[in-house]
Each structure stands twice: as structure tokens, then as C-alpha cells.
């Protein structure tokens, strides 16, 4: 029962470890760089404790396992080695095989925890999900959060069920096949509960952050602040078997040094991999559209596997539901759209209306299983005043069409929880932070954050327990003919996807698009003449078309009319010949298989 205690703390000039109830704090050894140790006996997995500062205050450890109490509470002791993993034949499976469901542990089950979504793991899996994604589970204010206000990395929230029920729910996972992403925050930490300043130079002064001071990425001390998030990001691959990490806002880590934070985070995961024999991935949020993220690093590139490319959802988003205000001011064009498939950005190095300057640089040349795309997702819904779905601003049928193109694209397709049995449920912005300052400072800043947008009224209250409640999942709806109708549709797709070869989504140079009358899209994956045309009308309208571009026939897959996912009434033949009219109604989405003459 000997633990050891290490911590960085510089600015300390002494440091002390207060032990469970124990009365007087026991001083710890000062180390070279700042850091300080202590080798302590009888000290069991569950022990509590906290550091002793020079400020007389006792504040709980920057690298806490589990804090049972919340942010302002003891940190507990944690024995990583006690859990028998029994996913040892698990290697992961290949990036461009990834199917991601990203996820809310609080609102995706009932109960709001780890068990609760374990629970529902099967459902996934018929569905034909191959990843779940978790949005951040490190400890934050309360039990009410995103989790991009966490203010202990290491720690796993203790609402959800802590560490030993991510374990869990891992294991569960992997033995159902199912991959893990885990969203982690490194661009800024949360305020409340947030003691990492009293220790160390976590901070620079050189920037500012949409949340406030910079972390310390370049500056004076920064080392021991990269060493800190690096491993972070290997903890959670190594203690419990994460399988990828989702970095949040990469744009927001400011770095100008000549290796910059995500490089080095690359080398440090390759060397984990290299270690452990299994594959390791990293996933970038940017708003910059820069292919350099996913450049490699012996191109001289920061070496994420993969990245987010919202143009796709903003595309997709503005021609369905007509909205232009805020940065959708930039979408709204079907030709967008045509472009979004050829090469995943539509600004590249294009002048943005709402960015008043050119921004981006093209991503042609770089495999589409690099990058990340959805018509859903907590950013893009949550961040709406009233955290309206898809489904709520269109119609079932332009739902279907945006999910058919997602599916099917080149890319790396994600849902959003309930996307796939339309639930109609909001999904809010929600806090439950203890400091009625900052309750009040979030609640004038939402409001402050609409500004750009025409939506009318007030936002509901952040802070409200009843607002966190109306974004739970209803799977009470589930079951009932309309959801399963659209789950049946995602999951003909999503079948589509895994059986055919073309939707393998290694390179660019075999996809080709044509645009008729600036609103019916045909994409072709693969090579004429066994190819897969994907059929788009992308208006309120119907449309006529003629496929001219082929010999021999076409066999229809799928079609978005179907009466088995809620259309209503096929669209087209089961069978197209060269030449042939055909006609599709408003946000029609249908794939065929082309053959060869005989």
C-alpha cells in the first residue's frame, strides 16, 4: 500500500500533502524544474487527499484520478492496474472503417451515466455503428455540462460513474466490435474548480482564447505544460483503452513555436502505438480549413489522422433549410455542394462574406477517410438558441436526403445521438455551475452570442435543471413506426456503405460529379462501367433528369421515396436504362449500381 505522490507546482515554496483526516499536512520533496514528491505508506486505493499551499488553502491535485466531491473536493487515490480488461484480442479497426456516434453520456440514456449508455450498445450495433464518440467526460462543475468546461483532465466525472464505469463500458464496446473517441479539451479550461494557476505557469499572457487566457503552449515554462496534455492524451489511450481522441477547437491552441503542441502530440501517440502493438488515432476540430493538420510529419505537417470538416454539415444545412444569417451567410449554393464532394472544402483559399477575407487552402490529394463530416453534431445543433435538430427545421424528407449524402460521401460519417430515428427532442446548451457569478456571466453571454443570427426571443436558461431534461433521447419514441422507419433507412445505408467497395473512401480520383439545372447532383463513386451514381435533388422542387453518362443498366439500392422509411411511394424503377427519364421529387436521394451490358 505505498503510493506515490508527483506534482509540478514552481511557484510553490513549499508544498504539503494533506491524507484523508489526518490533522497535519506531511511536506513533500522539492525536485529539480519545480516538481515535488512524496512516497507514502498505507495508502490504499479510495484514500483521499489534497496539497497544502503556501496560501494556507488546501486544493485538490491538477492530475486527480477521480474526484468523488467535485471540482472543489479531495482528489482520490486510483489503482489503474486493478481492472481485469478482458478486451485483449481488440487491435482496432482501420480509420476509413470508422461509422462514428457521437454522444452525450448525460442526455443519451435515461440514467445519464456510463451504464446507461453500456445499455444501449446493442442498439448501436444493429444499427451497424462501428465507433462511438464521447463528448468530454473529465471532471466538470456540477452534473449538468457539455464537458468543455472540465477543470480536472485526468479525472473521470463522478455523476457519470467515474473511472471504474468507463472501464466498463469500454470492454462492452470492444466486444461488440465498437471503436471508442473520446472528446478532449487542450485549447482552455474551465473557471470554476480550475486550481492549475496556484501551481504552476499553465497560463501565458502572450494570447487570449473565446474563453479567456491561453494555455501555456510556447511561452516561458511551457515544457512542463506540453508534457502535462501529452500525456494526458496517452493516459486515456493507455489506462483505459481509448481508441481515438477527439481534439475540441485545435485552432484555439496557440502555439508559434517550430514544433507545435499536435506534432509533438503525434510523435508521443505513434510511439504508444509502436509500444502496444495497436493502432492509436487523433481526430482535430479546426475551423481553419487547413490540410496541414492532417499533413504528415515528415512532410513537415502536425500529423492528425483525421479532421472535422464542417463545410460539409454548413452546405448541407443552408440548402435544406433556407437560413443564411450568422457564418451560414456563406452557404446556401447547391454548386457548394458539389464542390464539398470533390474535395471536402469549399473555401479553400475563397473570400468569406462573413469572415470578410479569404480563408482555407485545398485539401485535393489527401484521402477522404482523413476527414470527419455530419449533418448533425452537438456544436452545430446545441449552439442554435433553441437547440432545434434537423428534423425540426426541414421535413423527413430532406432529412433522409442529407443523411443518404452523408452515408454514402467519400468521408468519415458521424451521427448525432437520435439523428437516426429522427428524435425530436432539443438538444440545449446546460451548466450547473456552484459560483452565481459565473451562472450570470454565461446566461448574458448566450444571449450575446446570437447577436449575428435572426433568432427571435431569449434562450432558455443554461442553468435550469428542466432545460438539461428536455434533451434527453425519448426512446420511449423509438419504437414507435415513424422513428423506426428512419432507423431502418440509416441502417440500409450505413449496410450499403460496409458491403459495397466504392464507399472505401481512399482516394479522391474516383469520384466525379455533375451538376443539371443547378439542383439535380449525381456523384460517381468507383469506375465507369461498375460504378455507384448517387442521385440529389437538392430543391423544394421536383426534377427531371436523364442518366446519359453510361451503357447497360442501372440497378436502384436504395431510394429516399420508399414507403419502408416513411416516403411516399418509390421514385423510381427498379431497374434504369441509358437514356431514360426519370423523375425525383423534392430532396429526392437515391443510389444506384451500374452494370454492364452483357
Not at 200 to 221: C, I, M, Q
Not at 448 to 459: A, I, K, M, R, T
Amino acid at each position: 500500500d505505498v503510493c506515490d505522490f508527483h506534482i509540478w507546482a514552481p511557484l510553490q515554496n513549499q508544498l504539503k500533502i494533506l491524507i484523508d483526516d489526518q490533522k497535519e499536512a506531511v511536506p513533500m520533496q522539492q525536485l529539480e524544474k519545480g516538481y515535488w514528491s512524496l512516497q507514502a505508506e498505507q495508502v490504499k486505493p479510495g484514500t483521499r487527499y489534497q496539497y497544502h499551499l503556501d496560501s494556507g488553502e488546501n486544493r485538490p491535485d491538477p492530475a486527480s484520478f477521480f474526484q468523488p466531491e467535485g471540482v472543489h473536493g479531495p482528489s482520490e487515490v486510483v489503482d489503474h492496474h486493478s481492472h481485469t480488461w478482458k478486451d485483449g484480442s481488440w487491435q482496432n479497426i482501420p480509420l476509413e472503417q470508422y461509422i462514428i456516434y457521437e454522444m452525450h453520456t448525460g442526455t443519451f440514456s435515461p440514467q445519464g451515466t456510463f451504464t446507461g449508455v453500456r445499455e444501449k450498445l446493442t442498439v448501436l450495433k444493429e444499427l451497424g455503428i462501428t465507433a462511438i464518440e464521447l463528448m468530454p467526460v473529465a471532471q466538470f462543475p456540477g452534473s449538468r455540462n457539455w464537458g468543455y468546461d472540465g477543470a480536472h483532465p485526468f479525472a473521470v466525472q463522478n455523476s457519470y460513474g467515474g473511472p471504474q464505469a468507463l472501464k466498463q463500458l469500454v470492454d462492452e464496446a470492444h466486444a461488440l466490435g465498437l471503436a471508442v473517441i473520446l472528446d478532449v479539451v487542450y485549447n482552455h479550461m474551465g473557471p470554476e474548480g480550475n486550481y492549475l494557476g496556484e501551481y504552476g505557469h499553465y497560463y501565458t499572457g502572450k494570447y487570449n482564447t473565446p474563453w479567456g487566457k491561453a494555455l501555456n503552449f510556447d511561452d516561458a515554462y511551457s515544457d512542463e505544460v506540453r508534457y502535462y496534455f501529452i500525456q494526458n492524451a496517452l493516459y486515456w489511450m493507455r489506462h483505459f483503452h481509448i481508441d481515438a481522441l477527439r481534439l475540441d477547437a485545435v485552432h484555439a491552441i496557440c502555439d508559434l513555436g517550430a514544433k507545435h503542441f499536435l506534432a509533438e502530440l503525434a510523435e508521443a501517440k505513434a510511439e504508444l502505438s509502436a509500444e502496444t502493438g495497436r493502432p492509436f488515432y487523433l481526430i482535430a476540430e479546426s475551423n481553419q480549413n487547413d490540410p496541414r493538420m492532417v499533413t504528415r510529419l515528415e512532410k513537415n505537417g502536425w500529423g492528425m489522422d483525421a479532421q472535422w470538416s464542417d463545410d460539409f454539415h454548413h452546405c448541407f444545412h443552408t440548402v435544406l433549410s433556407g437560413e443564411l444569417s450568422g457564418y451560414y451567410m456563406d452557404y446556401g449554393q447547391p454548386k457548394q455542394i458539389q464542390k464539398v464532394f470533390e474535395e471536402s472544402f469549399v473555401y479553400s483559399g475563397d473570400y468569406s462574406p462573413f469572415r470578410k477575407c479569404r480563408y482555407g487552402r485545398s485539401a485535393k490529394g489527401f484521402p477522404p477517410s482523413q476527414f470527419v463530416v455530419s449533418v448533425q453534431n452537438h456544436d452545430q445543433t446545441g449552439n442554435r438558441m433553441l437547440g432545434e435538430r434537423l428534423i425540426s427545421l426541414t421535413s423527413p424528407e430532406a432529412a433522409r436526403l442529407a443523411a443518404g449524402a452523408m452515408l454514402l460521401s467519400s468521408y468519415l460519417p458521424m451521427l448525432f445521438m437520435g439523428e437516426e430515428y429522427a428524435e425530436s427532442a432539443p438538444f440545449l446548451y446546460f451548466i450547473s455551475h456552484g459560483d452565481k457569478g459565473l451562472v450570470k456571466a454565461v446566461q448574458e453571454g448566450r444571449r450575446e452570442e446570437f447577436n449575428s443570427f435572426l433568432w427571435q426571443g431569449d434562450p432558455p436558461d443554461p442553468q435550469s435543471t428542466d432545460t438539461f431534461e428536455k434533451c434527453k433521447l425519448g426512446w420511449e419514441q423509438y419504437k414507435q413506426p415513424g422513428p423506426q422507419a428512419m432507423f431502418a433507412y440509416y441502417k440500409k445505408l450505413i449496410s450499403l456503405r460496409k458491403n459495397l467497395p466504392h464507399f472505401l473512401g481512399k482516394d479522391f480520383s474516383r469520384v466525379h460529379t455533375t451538376m443539371q439545372r443547378s439542383h439535380v447532383l449525381t456523384v460517381t463513386r468507383g469506375n465507369l462501367p461498375r460504378a455507384v451514381v448517387l442521385i440529389m435533388n437538392l430543391s423544394d422542387t421536383a426534377q427531371t433528369y436523364v442518366i446519359d453518362d453510361f451503357s447497360g443498366t442501372a440497378k436502384v439500392m436504395i431510394d429516399s421515396s420508399d414507403t419502408w422509411w416513411g416516403g411516399d411511394g418509390k421514385t423510381l424503377p427498379q431497374s434504369i436504362l441509358p437514356g431514360q427519364n426519370i423523375n425525383l421529387p423534392a430532396w429526392h436521394f437515391s443510389a444506384l449500381q451500374l452494370k454492364e451490358e452483357s
